[in-house]
C-alpha cells in the first residue's frame, strides 16, 4: 500500500518536469509566433497551453489520489487521478476548437503571411527538448507503473513530433508555399481534439466501471488452473486509477473445511497480485455445481 503511495509521488515529480517544460515552450512558441507570423508556430503553442492546465488537473488528481480511505470513500482517493484527466479532455477539446477555427478563418480570408525563419530554430529547440522529457518521464513510468505519467509522456513524445512538423512547415512557407502554415495549424487543431476524444472515452470508460473484457478472461484461465479451484463461476473488474479491484466467485469441492477453501482464497489473491498486479481481489467460494450449465456464453466473463 505504501509502494503505491509513493509511486503517486514519483509520478507527481514527473509531472512536474513536464509543466516546467510546457510553460517554458508555450511562452517562447507564443511570443516567437506572434512575431516571426507563423500560424503553426503559434497553434504549437497554444497545445502546449492545454498541456499546462492538463498537467495541472493532473498533478492536483495524483496530490487527491495520495489520500488514505475514509469514512466516505472506503476504496480510497484513487479515482481522482482518472476525474482529472477527464477534466484535463474537457480543456484540450476547447482549444482545439480555437485552433481549428483560427486557422479555417485564415486560410479562407487569405492571412498567408510568410513565417520568418528564425522560428524554424523555436520548432527544432521544442521537439529535441519535448523528446527528451518524453524519454525520461516513459522509463519513469514504466519503472513505477504509472498509467497518467505514461500518458503525459505520450503526451509529450506527440509535442515533440508536432514542433518537428512545425518546423518542415515554416521551411516550406519560406519556400513560396506559404499556404501550408494554415494547412499545418489546422492539421494540428484536428490532433489535439483527436487527441482529446481518445482521453475522454478512456476517462470515461474507467469512471462508469468499464473494464477489459480480455483481462478477464486472462484472470479466469489462470484462477481455473489453480489446484481446488473447479471452475471460475463468475469474475468482475473495476479501475481505481492504476489500481485494479476484482470480484471473483470460485466454485469448489462441497465437501472441502472451510479452512482449506480460505487457503484458496488467498492462492487466488496472491496468483492476481503477483501475476497481474492487480491490488485488491474480494474473492467468494461457492460449493462446486456438476448440474449447472451457463445461461450465456459469456456468463462465465459478464461484468
Not at 110 to 117: C, K, M
Request: net charge negative.
Amino acid at each position: 500500500m505504501q509502494q503505491r503511495y509513493y509511486n503517486l509521488k514519483i509520478a507527481q515529480k514527473g509531472v512536474l518536469i513536464s509543466l516546467a517544460a510546457y510553460i517554458t515552450l508555450a511562452l517562447l512558441k507564443i511570443i516567437i509566433g506572434r512575431l516571426s507570423h507563423s500560424e503553426t508556430l503559434l497553434a504549437d503553442g497554444s497545445g502546449n497551453v492545454t498541456d499546462i492546465f492538463s498537467s495541472c488537473a493532473i498533478m492536483i488528481g495524483l496530490r487527491l489520489a495520495r489520500r488514505p480511505p475514509d469514512e466516505n470513500h472506503q476504496y480510497g482517493h484513487w479515482r481522482a487521478e482518472t476525474l482529472a484527466t477527464l477534466i484535463t479532455s474537457f480543456i484540450m477539446l476547447l482549444v482545439g476548437l480555437s485552433v481549428l477555427y483560427s486557422s479555417i478563418n485564415d486560410f479562407i480570408l487569405g492571412r498567408n503571411e510568410v513565417p520568418d525563419i528564425y522560428a524554424l530554430f523555436v520548432g527544432l529547440f521544442s521537439g529535441f527538448i519535448m523528446f527528451g522529457v518524453y524519454l525520461h518521464n516513459s522509463h519513469l513510468a514504466q519503472k513505477i507503473d504509472s498509467a497518467s505519467l505514461l500518458a503525459i509522456a505520450k503526451d509529450t513524445r506527440n509535442d515533440a513530433l508536432t514542433s518537428f512538423a512545425t518546423s518542415v512547415t515554416i521551411v516550406g512557407a519560406n519556400f513560396k508555399m506559404p499556404w501550408l502554415d494554415s494547412i499545418v495549424a489546422l492539421l494540428i487543431g484536428l490532433t489535439i481534439l483527436k487527441t482529446a476524444y481518445s482521453i475522454f472515452a478512456d476517462s470515461a470508460f474507467s469512471l462508469s466501471d468499464g473494464f477489459d473484457d480480455t483481462l478477464l478472461a486472462e484472470y479466469s484461465a489462470a484462477v481455473n488452473e489453480l489446484p481446488g479451484v473447479e471452475l471460475v463461476h463468475n469474475i468482475q473488474g473495476r479501475s481505481y486509477g492504476a489500481n485494479i479491484f476484482v470480484d471473483i466467485i470460485i466454485w469448489v469441492d462441497p465437501q472441502m473445511s472451510v479452512r482449506e477453501s480460505h487457503h484458496i482464497t488467498e492462492k487466488v489473491e496472491s496468483l492476481l497480485r503477483r501475476q497481474y498486479g492487480v491490488f485488491d481481489t474480494d474473492v467468494h467460494v461457492e460449493p462446486w455445481d456438476v448440474d449447472y450449465e451457463p445461461m450465456q456464453p459469456n456468463e462465465l466473463n459478464s461484468h
